[in-house]
């Protein structure tokens, strides 16, 4: 059944390749896979492949990666005599112009990580961590020409660890929403599945990451602050200033104790800052201005720091 349809794969990050390889692993035929252009990376400035672009090199799949996708005729044309019966989009980082949408008879099928409505937007594992949520999920649903609301085709949860970060869950959800594209497409193809419109009261955003998203605001509860330091890693991360430079906060661990917000209190080798709602926060791992990352203990002994300063600007 798999091998009769086409499909075509637009997707760039390393959260879409387990889709890629499953949806080659399931027989479908992908004749073309659209990514974003290399990109200049690190000092030299080298091109860098997009992770689905080495990924369907190594399957020997043709590769197209267009500038602008929405008026560009080189690429419709492309597009429309490839003849597919759907188009996957798993974080291609483009707008889907209607002229594709309108394109293949199955639509365009898109892998979103959140249980949509929630966590609409560009960082869903991110945000759905940084709110403390204790389940997310994907979703895969049909695009329309609204950000992440159309109709939801099928979905699956996925709990989420207390100590779990973006970096560990996104390849859970990644394997997990893999396997249920596949079995959307299957469903879509022989018409098991039906889409339903999504609860747009109940939307949630999940707006693109800000370096500032990672400044620490120690009147939030230290709950808050830990939740956000998961979910915003590997970046902004989460930072403060000590003595009028940056301190990036690696790891750390929320207590019950009540300390005045944003100061210090040495506790031992323990170095707890004091957070909002009679909260603290202790410090486990740091990274000072122009530094390697190191234990507070060793930060302690470095730079000691006195019970009653404060952090922040």
Known sequence: MSSSLNLVFCG??????????????????????????????GRGLELSLSPVKQHALELKLLVTQPDK????????TQLTSLHPDAIVVVGYGRIIP??????????????????LPKYRGAAPIQWAIAQGETVTGVTTMKIDSGLDTGDILLQRE???????TSETLAPRLASMGADLL????????TGSVQPRPQEHAKATLAPILKKEDGLIDFSRSAGEIFNRLRGFQPWPGAYTTFRGKTLQVWNAKPLPQALAPAHLQLKGDHLLIGCGQNTSIELIEVQPEGKKRMLAQDFVNGYRPKSGEELGF
Do not use: C, Y
């Open 12 to 41: 760039t990050p390393r959260f879409a390749v387990p889709s890629l390889e499953k949806l080659v692993e399931a027989g479908f035929n992908i004749p073309l896979v659209v990514t974003q252009p290399d990109r200049p990376k």
């Open 98 to 115: 209607q002229w594709m949408l309108d394109l293949p008879p199955l639509g365009n099928i898109n892998l979103h990580a959140s249980l």
């Open 158 to 164: 996925l709990p989420i660890a207390p100590d779990d």
């Open 182 to 189: 596949v079995q959307t497409v299957r469903a879509l193809h």
């Open 69 to 76: 996708i929405k008026s560009n005729d080189e690429f419709r």
